[in-house]
């Protein structure tokens, strides 16, 4: 129902309560039988156990296992002990990441007040939150946790804290009238209270319309429960590999099998030889390699403020064709900032960032001294001391850093003056505030009385801007009080809608002299006959480093989007300043959004940029349309109404300051310093992650693809075993392994934010990779067995054995410069990773070692080899990568 709409009258009659006297407790006993606690169910939960046993269930896991097997019976134990660890490390991951994620209903359920203040047969008393029934009367007060949802009947000077629901960022007032709008916004239920929310300032009393899973917390709650987890396109890509592989390297291995025992080997030793391949063709390094790489981009994150709490996010990044950024706070400083001054029809500029007390005053382009104008002086020192605001300023490592204490509204008006050399010691030095009419909803106004050094007394009074103006019969005016003309009214008026419309708040200020020791008794008498001064407008202003952040989004081809609870008036304002709203850019705000269903909304998502005064059901119906037309969506968010939005986007993004612990536990990102820049930093690092998997996924399958076809291309030339068992599964492990894990750190191309996402549904074989690991696995086996073939000429077969096994590690390792760049091997300074070079340099020592030390000699089957051979190995090493380049140059040319 829409309590908003009802009278106190009605809400009583329907709920069948007494608003002075409350419910009677055995009655209260029957609701609570009747309808259960109020309380947020969770749903059916899996066991840790079978959420970690879960987590070997996939498609590549049961490939490793069936390797592992395979590895143990070839009396390969440290080949099977290393597949096991990996298995093991992958799904303790799975199963960390799996575990956080179910947190956020429980983070949601610890919003609930503890304890509620209700009216039980008269008598007003502290019950459990959970023992609440709807038709209780709660009392509030400032500090409290609201426990339900309420329809407020009796209200005194109450703000509520609704950010966290609604997203706005200024407290809402709150009074007891009824309301009259189809479908409000919960940001413009003023008469409702809801659960999960808290009181800031003053008290009331409302009437429990609301209860667990029926609250507007427990709406979001089953949201939350019902929304699944995307798979990342990782992950999705990843699986796909792992049948593409099984399968190729299974017909590939039983063809070298069948094809040996065809030209004579005998059955046994072609069969070691078979498996030995079938280990090496499936890279079970690569789970480990793309953990790692995630893991070390996650680290870089962290020092760019971006806190990576789901792996498989950072490569998801990569491929976001839509931010949809929360305003306040991520877009915005989340810290209100007098911007402009009006008085005796002049209009003034202040610049300065926050509430930091430092900035300029101008006049268009010219800067100004404040004390040269006396409107303007008096503007400013009367909006100071009508506000309670204190500005703090707290010392730290990296400098000073200025914190408000109150509320954002006066905490602007307090820095305007400071800029301009106007000290808050004001209040108590110059002046004596004797009393004060606080704020009122119906007024739209405050008004103190003070009186200054020489006894004078004032009356100042700031407010909404038409009702201090039709308060005032005379104006400042020339250094003068003049008589409040309708000309000079209509320059008000005209000044008011020109603040305005660039969606700045707007604050009156006025005064009124008062005789010798006047003291006002009632408000209406204070506030009458004033003479208007001026006009402070003010608005939380954009980071000034955004904007930037949006262009570089925009040259990478990604789409920002403003998603907010504030007006839509002032979104717009915001999203043109950052240079969101484009000329063509649609919005649409909460009630267009309701009225819209699901198909309407995914025909016309893709031109909106802009959505205002938005619900928790709103944003995930947005997120959902953009997913349904191929969009890979990050979504950020701080407040409860945002986590099951995060959720269902393909990364949820939370806010590390200001974001609330659902938010947190729903997303797979947090900002630490809350800032849209970090985003675009986590999508750059998040692409050349991707792009580094990528890298690592070419190295290994191109050199497996070598490996198989140096024995397939033997046996059908009817030549001796070129490689054993053993120094296959040694290539596979070693020198497959430390340079895989190197490509994973390698740094970013200058050209990574200035390419459009990759397609979501890009396979892992796209843009040529195919090509590129075939052709380069073909011609590492065809110089392997060149050489091996060549030297078995002259030599015995084991020195023919060991210079195949030479050729195939040197051509390996020449390669992996080559898989730095999507051109040649030339296009990138090899020196550029460091840690590669060392991977490279320690593959080959360990290649020496198993060469010339002796006792390896005899396992690994090899044999010294002289210089002259050495000088033919690198030779045919070197020839695929110099060829491919080479090719690849007179093509493009």
């Known amino acids: 129902m829409k309590w908003y709409e009802h009278s106190i009258d009605d809400v009583e009659k329907k709920m069948q309560t007494n608003g002075s006297s409350g419910l009677l407790e055995n009655i209260a006993k029957k609701r609570l039988e009747k309808h259960g606690y109020n309380a947020l169910n969770e749903a059916e939960k ?145 008469n409702m209270a809801f659960m999960g929310t808290m009181a800031v300032k003053g008290s009331g009393v409302g009437i429990v319309v609301s209860t667990g899973m029926n609250t507007e917390m427990g709406k979001i709650a089953d949201l939350i429960q019902k929304t699944e987890t995307m798979a990342t396109p990782l992950q999705r890509k990843l699986e796909e590999l792992g049948k593409i592989l099984i399968a190729v390297s299974l017909v590939l291995t039983s063809l070298v099998v069948v094809v040996g025992v065809w030209k004579g080997h005998d059955l046994y030793s072609m069969f070691l030889a078979g498996v030995s391949l079938a280990v090496a063709a499936i890279p079970e390094g690569l789970p480990a390699i793309v953990t790692v790489a995630l893991a070390m981009g996650v680290q870089k994150m962290i020092k760019r403020k971006a806190v990576i709490r789901k792996l498989p996010a950072v490569e998801t990044l990569g491929c976001a064709t839509v931010i949809c950024s929360d305003k306040t706070g991520t877009l915005t400083q989340n810290k209100m900032m007098v911007t402009h001054l009006w008085s005796e029809g002049k209009e003034w500029q202040v610049s300065g960032s926050g509430y930091e007390p430092i900035g300029e005053f101008y006049d268009e382009d010219r800067a100004i001294q404040v004390e040269q104008y006396k409107s303007l002086q008096q503007l400013l020192t009367f909006g100071l001391l009508c506000s309670h605001a204190v500005i703090r300023e707290e010392k730290t490592k990296k400098g000073s850093r200025y914190i408000l204490d109150g ?201 909106v940029y802009v959505y205002a005064r938005v619900s928790p059901e709103h944003k995930l119906k947005i997120v959902k349309a953009l997913q349904a037309n191929g969009h890979i969506v990050a979504m950020t968010g701080d407040g409860i109404n945002d986590a099951p939005a995060i959720k269902a986007a393909n990364i949820g993004i939370a806010m590390g300051i200001t974001g609330t612990d659902v938010t947190k536990e729903a997303s797979s990102l947090v900002l630490s310093d809350d800032n849209f820049t970090t985003i675009r930093a986590a999508i750059e690092e998040g692409r050349n992650i991707y792009e580094n998997i990528r890298k690592f996924i070419r190295y290994l399958l191109a050199s497996n693809v070598g490996e198989i076809l140096v024995m397939l291309f033997a046996m059908l030339m009817a030549l001796p075993l070129p490689l054993v068992p053993i120094q296959i599964l040694w290539v596979n492990l070693v020198t497959d392994g430390l340079p895989a894990m190197a490509l994973g750190l390698d740094p970013a191309e200058g050209n990574v934010m200035k390419r459009p996402p990759r397609r979501p549904d890009e396979g892992v074989f796209a843009r040529g990779m195919a090509w590129k690991i075939i052709s380069r696995g073909l011609l590492i086996g065809i110089v392997t067995v060149i050489g091996f073939a060549y030297t078995l000429q002259y030599e015995e077969l084991l020195k023919a054995q060991t210079v195949a096994f030479s050729i195939l590690v040197c051509a390996q390792l020449i390669h992996v410069f080559d898989c730095r760049s999507e051109r040649s091997i030339f296009h990138r300074n090899p020196f550029e990773n460091f840690y590669l070079v060392l991977a490279v340099l320690s593959s080959l020592l360990l290649l020496i070692v198993v060469i010339y030390y002796p006792p390896l000699q005899t396992i690994f089957h090899t044999t010294p080899l002289s210089i002259r051979e050495w000088i033919f190995i690198s030779a045919l090493s070197a020839f695929p990568m110099v060829a491919l380049a080479g090719f690849t140059f007179l093509t493009k040319k």
């Open 407 to 607: 509320d954002p509204t006066e905490g602007a008006l307090v820095t305007a003056a400071m800029k301009a050399g106007i000290h808050p010691k004001l209040r108590t030095s110059d002046f004596q505030i004797i009393k004060e009419f606080p704020f009122d909803s119906n007024r739209k106004m405050m008004s103190i009385v003070i009186e200054d050094q020489s006894g004078q007394r004032y009356i100042v009074v700031k407010g909404a801007p038409d009702v201090v103006l039709a308060n005032s019969n005379r104006i400042l005016w020339n250094n003068k009080q003049t008589p409040m003309t309708a000309s000079l009214e209509k320059q008000v008026r005209e000044a008011t809608e020109g603040l305005a419309s660039q969606a700045l708040r707007t604050i009156a200020v006025a005064y009124k002299p008062l005789r010798s020791s006047q003291i006002p008794n009632h408000e209406n008498d204070a506030e009458a006959n004033l003479t208007f001064i001026g006009l402070q407008g003010m608005i939380d202003p954009p980071r000034a480093e955004v904007q930037q952040a949006i262009r570089n989004c925009h040259e990478a081809g990604i789409k920002t989007v403003m998603i907010t609870g504030d007006h839509l008036t002032t979104a717009k304002a915001i999203a043109r300043d950052l240079t969101i709203l484009p000329k063509e850019g649609q919005t649409l705000d909460g009630h267009a959004l309701s009225t819209m269903s699901t198909s309407e909304l995914e025909k016309v998502v893709n031109d």
């Open 46 to 190: 899996t066991s840790p156990l079978l959420m970690f046993l879960a987590q070997f269930r996939d498609f590549m896991v049961m490939v490793l296992l069936a390797a592992t097997l395979i590895s143990g019976l070839l009396g390969e134990y440290i080949d099977a002990i290393a597949i096991l660890l990996i298995v093991f490390l992958n799904g303790i991951l799975g199963f960390i990441q799996e575990f956080k994620a179910e947190k956020s209903l429980q983070a949601l359920k610890e919003l609930s007040a503890p304890k509620v203040r209700v009216m039980r047969d008269g008598v007003w008393k502290d019950i459990p939150s959970k023992e609440v029934v709807v038709g209780d009367v709660v009392s509030i007060s400032s500090g409290d946790r609201i426990g339900a949802d309420l329809r407020l009947i009796e209200v005194k000077g109450l703000y509520i804290e609704e950010s966290a629901l609604t997203g706005e960022s200024v407290p809402v007032q709150k009074h007891s009238r009824p309301l009259t709008g189809a479908d409000l916004t919960l940001g413009d239920q003023e």
